[in-house]
């Protein structure tokens, strides 16, 4: 490795680590930890990194090529912002109250976050897909 490969992979490991630290302390919050290798979760993942190779991703302006932790949601694949604008991601209009994975209009929904590197992405469940999420990452 070259040594602006081995920064770039050092940056990498931290910015993992730091998304790793947030979805741990969210899921101490919430009580509602998602395993990311749900297949719903690493789906909306796959979709995620597609629009990335497809250049549909809109970034905000903080969004730069070395590694840190950067946030999309369920919801909106085509959205990567920096922690500090983590607002752009807030669901709009019908979205707001549905779940993620089934649709379902709901009022109680369980929101979380999940990883993919130093990507986090957030996500609202319903009651009956938090468990059922819960119990597939087991
Ligand atoms: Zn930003
Ligand atoms: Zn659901």
Known sequence: MTPSE??????????????????SSSAAAH??????QDDWITERFRDFHLKCQNGE?????????SPRPAHTAAWATNILVCTDCTGFLKPEGPK???CDRCGTDEDNLYGS??????????????EACARAAQQSGR
């Open 96 to 98: 707001a109250t549905c």
């Open 57 to 65: 991703i809109h970034y905000c302006a903080h969004i730069t090529s």
């Open 6 to 23: 081995i920064a770039f992979d050092d940056q990498w490991r931290a910015a993992s680590a730091a998304a790793s630290a947030i979805i």
């Open 113 to 126: 976050f999940a990883a993919s590197g130093p990507i986090i992405m957030a996500y609202a469940l319903c």
């Open 31 to 36: 009580g509602f930890p998602i395993h990311h």
